[in-house]
């Protein structure tokens, strides 16, 4: 794996961990996910409309940053933008002179949220859409009104959907963004600074690699000029708290255990978490979804609570963790120091042995093996038996590893200090927690999947 190391934003993005998507348009109207850009713009009309809602709930339920379709595929826009009628200003919601786009960005700065826009490049109501050049125009003056318009943008995601075979002029695109948003992550095309997971239904897998190819895992294509392939991406994991993407009456939250399992499968793999949230036809979020995030925060807490930090000590291929006391647990968190890039590809856990000082109660298999993984990364959370112990050592394998065994023998770690990891990387930071060690093991519903998008 070719190291290639993050940029001062794209470690400040992955410190976020959890962002709240907003879909909310003139497709919520008509209880559609796709719409074909035909839909009257008299249908939105969300006489209740509370952004500042939006974000509170999102703010309560962990998110640090919220992302806002300001244009779906069908083309109708959020703010009153000076490209086309198919906007806000041509509804009847606020005698036409709202600006849905302005209310959350007013609202994410009013109580400290990241604020990130969805501006789908493909529009199935621009007239201009079959003149690449024209429509390039078209789009690039979008963009320029949201970059411009709104204030600081932590995120710019553009959705591949119905774009394939299509070349967009990405150089000018990200050339918008890159003189008025400099720190803004760009989503997975164009000139991507993070990628999509690749599921929508919010999992990563083991290994979280950061470091991909760019031609096989984004839309980045050959054609972008002056870029490599191989670069530092990392994932954000998207999903819905409901089934669609948009309000529909008949759907129902994810349970409580279900977003569980998303967390640890998402945030505690490494990446980001993007949880989608539906605003009715209100323009409110649903009393059951508010609700049902409550209660998901209030038990993701609980598990997370009785932090008991280690002293991190790296010797050559590993590093010993040291509670000030013997600690009983069930969840251990590990952070990888990324600041040289993401390095660790192999983990492996061991409880302190016999003539170490360590103490271990509880089953953990043969060699005292706790817990084994592959990338760390900028948050690994493993949940555990519960286990009691005063030190554990972490063998460390990865990018110019020589191979040596990290001070291993018989399957029992032990501690021998040096001055480096023999190149599998190095933790920042570790810790347990105690606060829940009744805590389950949450799954994801058998013969679960998540919808998939098709126009109507």
Known sequence: MTLLTPTPAQLRWQQLEFGAFIHFGINTFAGKEWSDGTLPASLFNPQGLDAGSWVRTAKDAGARY????????DGFCLWPTATTDYSVESSPWRGGSGDVVREVAEACAEQGVGLGLYLSPWDRNADCYSDPAAYDDFYVQQLTELCTGYGPLMELWFDGAGSVGREYDWDRIIGVVKEHQPDAMVFNMGQPTIRWVGNE???ASDPVNYVVDRTSDTQYTDSTSGLRAEHYLPPECDVSLRRGWFWHPDDEPKSTEHLLAIYYQSVGMGANLLLNLTPDTRGLIPEQDVARLREWKVELDRRLSGAVEAT???YDGGATLTFPAAVTFNHL????????GQ?????????????????????????????EGKTVGNRRIHQLPVV??????????GAGDTGADGGLA?????????GGTGGGGRLKSARVYTGALDAGVPTIPEGYEAPTDAPD
Do not use: Q
Request: aromatic share 2%.
């Open 66 to 73: 919220l992302i806002l379709t300001a244009k779906h595929h």
């Open 201 to 203: 239904n919010g999992l």
């Open 312 to 314: 991190v000590e790296h």
């Open 333 to 340: 968190e590990l952070v990888e120091d990324l600041g040289s």
């Open 343 to 371: 390095r660790i590809t192999r983990h492996e856990v061991f409880a302190g042995g016999v003539g170490d000082g360590g103490v271990l109660v509880g089953d953990v298999g043969d060699g005292g093996v706790l817990v």
């Open 388 to 397: 009691t112990a005063n030190r554990l050592h972490v063998k460390l394998s």
């Open 410 to 418: 018989s399957g029992v770690a032990r501690n021998v200090p040096g």
